[in-house]
């Protein structure tokens, strides 16, 4: 099975993406705690691969990286209790979420969807794929830098809610399928980007990935 999902930006149908899941973002963003999983989708035409081109939009006058644990699926999900879900589980991926930082600040004021500042071709670049066996999901280090000064450093286990919670939340209202992508929320430190940035996100010791912005 993991060897297909090697090749999960190819296979899946869609990316999940969760909103301010850890504590400290939360108040750096000055939002509200949530209650329960903020969800939102990005299309599959946002993924870029290790060693791509994220595209600054001209829409955009400040464009922000969010690093993010991304959980790979591997079997169909639907209705599937927490205690269970993991199963459905192929792997992970380190991913960053990007975001025109003043679209979305427009579309929370206009209280619109954040489509135009999340869903841009190029705006969701992924690291290699990882088996689930090498990865705790209640305890990963995640880190990015930018032109190779650190920028975020969290870990999983300060997520508010944690892998389990969120697949079984999402699988209750959304079907998971193979390959599909769960992005499971950035830790504080989010910040923006210029072109000529070189974007490097890792779990360290086990995967690592660049992108280059332009």
């Known amino acids: 099975m993991c060897s297909k999902f090697s090749d999960f930006v190819n296979v899946g149908s869609k990316i999940v993406c969760v909103a301010r899941n850890y504590a400290k973002?939360?108040?750096?963003?000055?939002?509200?705690?949530?209650?329960?999983?903020?969800?939102?989708?990005?299309?599959?035409?946002?993924?870029?691969?290790n060693g791509g081109i994220v595209r600054y939009p001209s829409i955009s006058k400040n464009i922000h990286y969010?690093?993010?644990?991304?959980?790979?699926?591997?079997?169909?999900?639907?209705?599937?209790?927490?205690?269970?879900?993991?199963?459905?589980?192929?792997?992970?991926?380190?991913?960053?979420?990007?975001t025109c930082r003043d679209i979305q600040d427009q579309c929370i004021e206009?209280?619109?969807?954040?489509?135009?500042?999340?869903?841009?071709?190029?705006?969701?670049?992924?690291?290699?794929?990882?088996?689930?066996?090498?990865i705790d999901p209640f305890n990963t280090e995640l880190l990015l830098k930018v032109n190779n000064e650190l920028k975020q450093h969290g870990n999983s286990k300060?997520?508010?809610?944690?892998?389990?919670?969120?697949?079984?939340?999402?699988?209750?209202?959304?079907?998971?399928l193979p390959g599909d992508l769960v992005l499971t929320g950035?830790?504080?430190?989010?910040?923006?980007?210029?072109?000529?940035?070189?974007?490097?996100?890792?779990?360290?010791s086990v995967t690592e990935a660049t992108f280059y912005v332009e």
């Not at 973002?25 to 691969?49: D, H, Q, W």
């Not at 950035?186 to 360290?204: K, N």
């Open 25 to 49: 973002l939360v108040n750096e963003l000055g939002n509200v705690m949530p209650v329960a999983p903020i969800l939102f989708t990005k299309p599959t035409t946002c993924y870029v691969n």
């Open 66 to 98: 969010e690093v993010e644990l991304g959980v790979v699926i591997g079997e169909k999900a639907a209705q599937i209790s927490e205690d269970k879900i993991m199963d459905h589980v192929a792997g992970y991926t380190i991913a960053v979420d990007v």
């Open 110 to 134: 206009q209280r619109i969807p954040w489509t135009m500042a999340k869903c841009l071709d190029t705006f969701c670049p992924v690291g290699n794929f990882v088996p689930a066996s090498e």
């Open 158 to 176: 300060d997520m508010i809610f944690n892998v389990p919670s969120l697949l079984e939340y999402i699988n209750r209202h959304i079907t998971l």
């Open 186 to 204: 950035s830790p504080e430190g989010v910040g923006p980007l210029s072109r000529g940035d070189e974007i490097y996100a890792a779990i360290p």
